[in-house]
């Protein structure tokens, strides 16, 4: 077993590379902050990008959903697969995260274990218990063995804490890389410690003001990077390649940075066409609202502009049709519940990031 050190680190780390990256890094993900603050109301990208990054990230860990059954989860219909249902414990995991760091201005080992609570649907909590290892999927052999002890994965935890919440010199960006590192490798719970780990990745970002809603989503960018994210993982561990696992995750970083602002931008102009759209053919029924309740989900339902609009069902109804037949939306049933996409909406967050 390899034995982990508590963090700082005692090599260099702030490499000439690293530096340089690190600042188109920062660059690209300021620009993606400023972007995020053209969306009018910031539970539609919150909402939205979330359930994409959920999807995304449960994946990495061959949990797959479909867009279908994904957004089925969001609206709490029945019969959703357990996959789905996963990649919907996900999207609350971060978003609990996201309030806890908000509300406190910390990132504790406590919050943590409650994260991975939500997301796991268990209090198991941190290992007791001797036996994880992190095998090759194809060959069962043992990769690496984190530590057994509970002792030991706790006194790590609280170093990590510290780490996370206490000022260093390092640029955030490369901190996250440190942290995320350092968080799979002590890989404190008997299951979700890469989901978890990339939950912190968006908080610490928000911890640190880089960011002031949770927009930024690495998933993507690691499942088509899969085999160098596990390889530099431990190769960090078995031939000390710092810099390439910190510059693995700046490019990251950056990246989907610049991928996240066109598709931001993509939603903005659709919104705006939609808002033109429905107060010139529909003028009866539009409101800022309307077209609000309409981004803030990829479906839409009665429930939904009752509740918001204070409108009774029928009118509700007699606005989903007429936004149908004008194109903008497209109902389907699913038992015994309507629910109306908005079609463009859709396309975007499928072809999106
Ligand atoms: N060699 C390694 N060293 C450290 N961490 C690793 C290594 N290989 C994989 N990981 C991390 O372990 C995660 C998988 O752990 P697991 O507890 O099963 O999480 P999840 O349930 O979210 O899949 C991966 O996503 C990755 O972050
Ligand atoms: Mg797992």
Do not use: C
Not at 101 to 112: A, F, G, P, Q, S
Not at 175 to 183: L, P
């Amino acid at each position: 077993m390899n034995k982990i050190k508590n963090l700082p680190l005692t090599q260099q780390i702030e490499t000439q590379k690293v530096l340089k990256k690190a600042i188109s890094a920062n660059r690209a993900l300021a620009n993606l902050n400023g972007v995020a603050r053209i969306i009018p109301n910031s539970a539609i990208l919150i909402n939205s990008l979330v359930l994409q990054e959920a999807k995304d990230s449960s994946a990495i860990e061959n949990i797959i959903t479909t867009h279908d059954e994904l957004y089925r989860a969001n609206l709490d219909i029945e019969s959703v697969t357990n996959e789905a249902k996963e990649v919907q414990n996900y999207k609350e995991a971060l978003l609990r995260g996201f309030a806890l760091v908000k509300d406190t201005k910390l990132l504790l080992k406590k919050h943590i274990v409650e994260i991975q609570g939500v997301l796991e649907k268990n209090d198991a909590g941190v290992r007791k218990q001797a036996g994880t290892n992190l095998k090759n999927a194809q060959t069962g052999e043992v990769i690496y063995t984190p530590p057994q002890d509970y002792e030991t994965i706790q006194n790590l935890l609280t170093n990590l804490e510290s780490y996370i919440n206490e000022p260093n010199e390092l640029d955030p960006l490369v901190n996250m890389a440190i942290i995320h590192h350092q968080f799979e490798s002590i890989h404190p719970f008997y299951d979700g410690n890469g989901r978890t780990g990339r939950i912190i990745n968006i908080l610490y970002l928000i911890l640190k003001d880089l960011l002031d809603i949770p927009v930024l989503y690495l998933s993507r960018y690691i499942i088509t990077h899969k085999p160098d994210y596990y390889r530099l993982l431990q190769e960090v561990r078995t031939e000390d390649k710092w810099e390439e696992w910190i510059l693995y995750m700046l490019d990251a970083v950056e990246q989907t940075s610049l991928e996240t602002i066109e598709l931001i931008n993509n939603i903005s102009e659709l919104m705006i066409k939609t808002q033109d759209k429905i107060s010139s053919e529909l003028p009866k029924l539009y409101s800022k609202d309307l077209v609000e309740i309409l981004f803030m989900h990829p479906y839409t339902k009665i429930e939904f502009l009752v509740d918001r609009l204070h409108i009774t069902r029928k009118t509700a109804s007699k606005y989903l049709s007429e936004l149908e037949n004008n194109g903008i939306l497209k109902n389907i049933q699913i038992k015994n519940s309507k629910y109306f996409i908005n079609v463009e909406l859709f396309d975007l967050l499928r072809k999106g990031i």
